[in-house]
């Protein structure tokens, strides 16, 4: 049966991480509607495929350089494009200064390129079937949590300034690439 068929594109993991890029990707359009909350709903079910594509293809066995790549194509939708468009969309939506617009849109691209650019230098490094014990670096679905933190203290008027904002999201985009050492879950 192609589910738990190691060499089918189509396995049980490969259909979950399937279902990663498919709510980040929903979560992408509910950001561009302005409906942050399902977007947020959205991304977090993302996140809990995100988990289980992994466990599930480890315990069955299922884990291919196919699926590593995958995985790190579902991140980059999930974990990286898709709070990087919606905080942005959220601090810029009523801004009227397109300078500021500019620099802000530039911070956001440095940090996509950022969360590229660590998904690339984890899978150069990653082997099939092995976990290490910590990350090096903030893992990008880390890092979009805290994307979505600032989204919140944004949108409850704790960080008034998206100045302030963009400023703490070149912080976790250097986290990205950084030495620190975060354990695996």
């Excluded at 950001?31 to 315990?59: H, L, P, Q, S």
């Excluded at 397109?98 to 490094?125: C, D, H, P, W």
């Excluded at 079937?129 to 805290?146: D, N």
Aim: one cysteine or more.
């Amino acid at each position: 049966m192609f589910l738990m068929d190691k060499n089918s594109h189509f396995n049980a993991a490969n259909l979950i991480t399937f279902g990663n890029i498919a709510c980040g990707v929903i979560a992408i359009y509910f950001t561009v509607k302005g409906d942050f909350f399902t977007a947020i709903v959205f991304a977090w079910i993302a996140g809990a495929f995100d988990i289980a594509d992994g466990k599930v293809a480890r315990k069955f066995n299922l884990s291919t350089e196919f699926g590593i790549q995958l995985d790190s194509f579902a991140d980059f939708v999930s974990f990286v494009i898709m709070p990087s468009f919606l905080v942005f969309y959220a601090i810029t939506l009523n801004q009227t200064d397109t300078t500021q617009e500019l620099l802000i849109g530039l911070v956001f691209i440095f940090y996509i390129i950022s969360g590229l650019r660590r998904l690339v230098a984890f899978n150069l490094k990653v082997q099939v079937g092995k976990v290490s014990k910590y990350f090096e670096g903030v893992p990008t679905p880390l890092g979009a949590i805290l994307l979505w933190i600032l989204y919140l203290l944004f949108a409850y008027g704790i960080i008034t300034s998206s100045y302030l904002v963009a400023f703490f999201v070149v912080l976790i985009a250097l986290s990205l690439n950084s030495k620190l050492k975060i354990p695996h879950p």
